[in-house]
T-cell receptor, first 115, second 111 residues
Framework: NAGVMQNPRHLVRRRGQEARLRCSPM?????VYWYRQLPEEGLKFMVY????????ESGMPKERFSAEFPKEGPSILRIQQVVRGDSAAYFC?????????????FGEGSWLTVV | SQQGEEDPQALSIQEGENATMNCSYK?????LQWYRQNSGRGLVHLIL?????REKHSGRLRVTLDTSKKSSSLLITASRAADTASYFC???????????FGKGTKLTVNP
């Protein structure tokens, strides 16, 4: 049973370019969460999605960031016009249902470097 | 805002010693979870303790929860070099679906 799959694992972008990070949840999981980790920091919640719905995007920056989880295919975190401050590790997690009180499963992360 | 805050920020011990990490939080919680992260890797779930539990064990791990003090501790007994990693506590606030993480404790176990 494959775990949460994220790609790419490492991504280098120049300032102003776009970054697209993909997340395939575990089989049977319909809930996806994105977190960002700055160097030497803990993870910060960004967005929570179910298939075709954004449930909670309270952690998403107001501009340049967007997320989707289409009916078919992986969840995508998109960062437009990247800046150096976007350099971070982006982690996706999934759960089979509303997870309060249960465990969510994390992917290995996508490390974005903006040069 | 940060919910969990781990203490100490860094801890260095010898193999075979016990390691204790603490976590404090601010608001009421449904449960508290501990995760481990090896350098450059994702998070691995270690243990979950619910708000109505006081202590939980899993192998060499022992977690306590004191809701009156809004604090938790993670004890790793008989540490090994392979335990070297960062350890994070995370809380789920009432009515929320998001985990809120602290900044973590960086544990180094010297062989």
């Amino acid at each position: 049973n494959a775990g949460v799959m994220q790609n790419p694992r490492h991504l280098v972008r120049r300032r102003g370019q776009e970054a697209r990070l993909r997340c395939s949840p575990m089989k049977g999981h319909s809930h996806v969460y994105w977190y960002r980790q700055l160097p030497e920091e803990g993870l910060k919640f960004m967005v929570y999605l179910q298939k075709e719905n954004i449930i909670d995007e309270s952690g998403m920056p107001k501009e340049r960031f967007s997320a989707e989880f289409p009916k078919e295919g992986p969840s995508i975190l998109r960062i437009q016009q990247v800046v150096r401050g976007d350099s971070a590790a982006y982690f996706c997690a999934s759960s089979p249902q509303v997870f309060s009180g249960n465990t969510i499963y994390f992917g290995e992360g996508s490390w974005l470097t903006v040069v | 805002s940060q919910q969990g805050e781990e203490d100490p920020q860094a801890l260095s011990i010898q193999e075979g010693e016990n390691a204790t990490m603490n976590c404090s939080y601010k608001t009421s919680i449904n449960n508290l979870q501990w995760y481990r992260q090896n350098s450059g890797r994702g998070l691995v779930h270690l243990i979950l303790i619910r708000s109505n539990e006081r202590e939980k064990h899993s192998g060499r791990l022992r977690v306590t929860l004191d809701t009156s003090k809004k604090s938790s501790s993670l004890l790793i007994t008989a540490s090994r070099a392979a335990d070297t990693a960062s350890y994070f506590c995370a809380t789920v606030q009432g009515g929320s679906e998001k985990l809120v993480f602290g900044k973590g404790t960086k544990l180094t176990v010297n062989p």
